[in-house]
């Protein structure tokens, strides 16, 4: 639909808002169609359908576009005079020169050429002659440093390069015949593998009978230790009996060793402990009756 027709719709006849709405479309696709005329330099703008995404897409792109067309004058406006500031004051430095260079003599002009040289390639922030005198006491300094590190880096050269000739001497050693497998390895390995295998059978076989005479082995200590437990037991009862005749011997001490004295001992003492036991019965007895 073109923009022209908007202001023909039967609803901006009785709606002033929604005329006053088509009137400001209209006028955005005006602006559009300027902007597209204007980019396409007179050339036929290409037909695309006019609905209101593509209405906010081309107004969005033209603003942007013109912003950036108005940064774009900016800076080569500020270019421009940077570029005349930096002619002017190029020519007004010129003159400067040449006024001093008139004024000077031809040992002034050579001492201010060899200061300008000297500045130029140490670099110098400034012309004065104490910058250019800093300026060159770091540039000697710097040197001195490179100086060394250039004498250690070529003795550390030099130490690498006899490492690296030892190291070649060394394997060009360890490629002579000297180190070179003999022709019989491959017979020896051969040989060494069938008895490795026969070494093996003979191991199982030893483990067998290892194992076969540890077993008797075991057998043999357990009777062994039956043995020792029935002696154990044996020598346990032969200590209580002689414990029991040592307390029967014990009550013996004392004794005479006349068999006669000891018996007539023994029945004295009988005949002390009856005396003893009628006493301790009288006494009993009074107990009793006075109770």
């Known amino acids: 639909m073109e ?24 006028q955005e696709w005006h602006q559009v169609d300027s902007w597209l005329s204007a980019k396409y330099q007179g050339r036929s ?27 774009r004058d900016l800076l080569w406006n500020v270019q421009r005079e940077a570029l005349n ?16 260079e008139s004024a000077l003599d031809i040992d002034g002009k050579e001492a201010l050429e060899v200061l ?10 400034k012309t004065d002659t104490y910058s250019i005198a800093e300026t060159l006491c770091d540039r000697t300094q710097t040197s001195q440093i490179l100086s ?21 001497a060394k ?46 082995q075991k057998e ?14 044996e020598i346990v009862q032969l200590e209580d009996q002689i414990a029991l005749l040592a307390s029967k011997v014990q009550a013996y001490q004392g004794l005479p060793q006349d068999t006669d004295q000891a018996v007539q001992k023994v029945k004295n003492v009988e005949q002390e402990a009856s005396q003893l036991q009628r006493k301790l019965d009288s006494l009993f007895e009074n107990l009793v009756v006075n109770k």
């Open 116 to 125: 300008a040289d000297v500045a130029t390639k140490l670099d110098a922030p």
């Open 85 to 100: 500031e930096a002619k002017a004051s190029k020519e007004q430095d010129a003159t400067m020169m040449s006024a001093v």
């Open 148 to 168: 060394q590190q250039l004498i250690h880096l070529t003795q550390l050269q030099k130490t690498l390069e006899a490492e690296l000739t030892s190291l070649r």
């Open 171 to 216: 394997l060009q050693e360890l490629r002579s015949p000297a180190f070179q497998p003999p022709l019989s390895l491959q017979r020896q390995t051969l040989e060494w593998s069938r008895n490795t295998k026969q070494l093996r059978a003979k191991l199982g076989e030893y483990s067998d009978r290892l194992a076969s005479a540890q077993s008797n």
């Open 45 to 71: 703008v290409p037909q695309f359908e006019r609905n209101e995404d593509t209405l906010k897409a081309l107004l969005a792109l033209s603003s942007a576009n013109e912003k950036a067309d108005e940064e």
């Open 220 to 233: 043999s200590d357990a009777t062994n230790v039956h043995d020792l437990v029935a002696k154990e037991e």
């Open 3 to 26: 923009s022209g027709s908007l202001d023909l719709l039967p609803t901006a006849l009785f709606s002033p808002s929604k005329a006053a709405q088509v009137r400001a479309q209209a």
